[in-house]
């Protein structure tokens, strides 16, 4: 398996607070990506880097924000977090000999009240 | 914009039968990877399997394969000898490159429930 960690696994907060999620890789892959999964729309892209301080939009980026200042983390921040960023959030990685696979980690259950 | 349309929200099957698993994609591009992730009810994304569109042979890994119809933009999963640890949601995923970076577009996912 992939070494990727993500933390916290579960977290619950309240509007309007600041959140940030960490992702944790130990196969020094080239990129990295953070997924949201909700019911009915499986996974969408929040933003994905492709190296050191190189980072993208995805699909879904309004009110995320994210850095990576070293190649084995890369954050997700809710700058005020809202009930529709409840959701269960995915790290992803690929580089390497395949950098087409992507390879996830467990994921983080996030619950805005 | 490509898209990946998985058009079976829910399948069953019986414990040593066989299963297929539909998956249609839209894209205009002519080399590009395809994917099947397993997610069980542990919610981790576990890769099943995956396709190059320039290789004319259809992917296998163990029970798992696919029959890929490039022409069609047609990507099924078939599992053979359908075990109870087969039961998860499935997701067809496509791969976009573009400008260096590699993303991957989804489709809802297909529940599969396998019966004893």
């Known amino acids: 398996d992939a070494g990727i960690t993500q933390s916290p696994r579960h977290k619950v907060t309240e509007t309007g607070t600041p959140v940030t999620l960490r992702c944790h890789q130990t196969?020094?892959?080239?990129?990295m990506y953070w997924y949201r999964q909700d019911p009915g729309h499986g996974l969408r892209l929040i933003h994905y880097s492709y190296g050191v301080k190189d980072t993208d939009k995805g699909e879904v980026s309004d009110g995320y924000s994210v850095s990576r200042s070293k190649t084995e983390d890369f954050l997700l921040t809710l700058e005020s977090a809202t009930s529709s960023q409840t959701s269960v959030y995915f790290c992803?990685?690929?580089?390497?000999?395949?950098?087409?696979?992507?390879?996830f980690g467990p994921g983080t259950r996030l619950l805005v009240l | 914009a490509q898209t990946v349309t998985q058009s079976q929200p829910e399948m069953s099957v019986q414990e040593a039968e066989t299963v297929t698993l539909s998956c249609t994609y839209d894209?205009?591009?002519?080399?590009?990877?395809l994917f099947w992730y397993k997610q069980p009810p542990s919610r981790q994304m576990i890769l099943v399997i995956r396709q190059e569109a320039y290789k004319q042979q259809n992917a296998t890994e163990n029970r798992f394969s696919v029959n890929f119809q490039k022409a069609a933009k047609s990507f099924s999963l078939k599992i053979s000898d359908s075990q109870l640890g087969d039961a998860a949601m499935y997701f067809c995923?496509?791969?976009?490159?573009?400008?260096?970076?590699?993303?991957?577009?989804f489709g809802k996912g297909t529940k599969l429930t396998v019966n004893p």
């Open positions: 894209t205009s591009e002519s080399d590009y990877y």
């Open positions: 992803a990685i690929s580089g390497g000999q395949a950098p087409e696979t992507q390879y």
């Open positions: 995923a496509y791969r976009v490159s573009q400008g260096g970076s590699e993303k991957l577009v």
């Open positions: 196969e020094n892959h080239r990129y």
